[in-house]
């Protein structure tokens, strides 16, 4: 949602959308729990903005964070789990070839 969101509107800060995507995921996290489908998805959705903002370690770490929240909640043949992994697994690749 909050990707979707940041393409549609124009002349707002990228920090604007963190601010946002932060506010949906902790309301969400308080009203459904962490374990709840559309929670994951905001969870997810978030290191991609953290990323672009060069938050690289607080995304990796809430990319990890989700990528084990859906594996438990959806198995890891899931499509939505292989991707968190994946991203989690590319970013931690990238943050030791620029550590080198």
């Known amino acids: 949602m909050g990707r979707m969101i940041s393409y549609q509107i124009e002349g707002?800060?990228?920090?604007?959308?963190?601010?946002?995507?932060?506010?949906?995921?902790?309301?969400?996290?308080?009203?459904?729990g962490e374990e709840h489908l559309d929670t994951l998805t905001s969870m997810n959705n978030l290191p991609f903005t953290w990323k672009s903002l060069g938050r690289d370690h607080d995304a990796l770490e809430l990319m990890r964070e989700c990528s084990v929240l859906r594996?438990?909640?959806?198995?890891?043949?899931?499509?939505?789990?292989?991707?968190?992994?994946?991203?989690?697994?590319?970013?931690?690749?990238?943050?030791?070839?620029?550590?080198?």
């Open 71 to 100: 594996k438990q909640k959806l198995g890891a043949d899931h499509p939505d789990t292989i991707s968190s992994f994946e991203a989690s697994s590319e970013w931690q690749t990238q943050s030791f070839t620029v550590g080198s």
């Open 12 to 32: 707002v800060e990228a920090w604007e959308f963190d601010e946002l995507e932060v506010q949906v995921m902790e309301t969400m996290l308080r009203v459904l």
